[in-house]
């Protein structure tokens, strides 16, 4: 079955730094989803790419979906305390029917 | 004001004993999800419902089930025979708007078997 994995697992960074996420797909993807879980809560949806190749941006972070529909990242320039949490890719099944969730990268932040 | 409840939000059970958790929403959305998040670890998807009366199997169905009698409403049973069910359990609810295919998570439900 398809199968959605993610590097690294864990992250530390200081704060200030950069961080980036690599998501990878076993199949070729409609669309690739990011959602953010802070420690304690549930997932948030970031942002949803769709095109071979897009590039959105939203303030310090920028995603990307690789040119085959196979891979994305995340990165986030500048790192805050606010960006703790576990970031999760997520491609769609055919149909659209069902996520399948990436592995998750833990990002933690050094004051 | 929109969006998923779960109810209780710790649950605490015996060894043996059958237990449901609650997930209501009021977005009208038409599918509904449930996911098992392990600390540390990914989600992954237990059952699935695209429309009412109806409902899939998803990655770890076994021990577990599910009804979707209203659109608002798939509440979840964990049955004696799920052989590790203390976990974090997240319901989830999405709608296709323009293309976009979001999942909506409400807050998760903390299972722990005593």
């Known amino acids: 079955g398809q199968q959605v994995m993610q590097i690294p697992q864990y992250q530390h960074v200081q704060e200030g730094e950069d961080f980036t996420t690599y998501c990878n797909s076993s199949t070729t993807l409609s669309n690739i989803q990011w959602y953010k879980q802070r420690p304690g809560g549930h997932p948030v949806f970031l942002i949803q790419?769709?095109?071979?190749?897009e590039v959105k941006k939203q303030k310090r972070l920028t995603f990307q979906f690789g040119e085959a529909k196979k891979n994305s990242s995340l990165h986030i320039t500048a790192t805050q305390t606010t960006d703790v949490g576990t970031y999760f890719c997520a491609g769609p099944t055919v149909g659209n029917e069902k996520l399948t969730f990436g592995t998750g990268t833990r990002l933690t932040i050094i004051p | 004001d929109g969006g998923i409840t779960q109810s209780p939000k710790y649950l605490f059970r015996k060894e043996g004993q059958n237990v449901t958790l609650s997930c209501e929403q009021n977005?009208?959305?038409?599918?509904m999800y449930w996911y098992r998040q392990d600390p540390g670890q990914g989600l992954r998807l237990i059952y699935y419902?695209?429309?009412?009366?109806?409902?899939q199997k998803g990655d770890i169905a076994e021990g577990y089930s599910v009804s979707r009698e209203k659109k608002e409403s798939f509440p979840l049973t964990v049955t004696s025979a799920q052989k590790n069910p203390t976990a974090f359990y997240l319901c989830?609810?999405?709608?296709?708007?323009?293309?976009?295919?979001?999942?909506?998570f409400g807050p998760g439900t903390r299972l722990t078997v005593l």
């Open positions: 419902s695209q429309i009412v009366n109806d409902f």
């Open positions: 790419l769709v095109k071979s190749g």
């Open positions: 977005l009208n959305h038409d599918a």
């Open positions: 989830a609810s999405s709608s296709q708007y323009d293309r976009v295919y979001e999942q909506f």
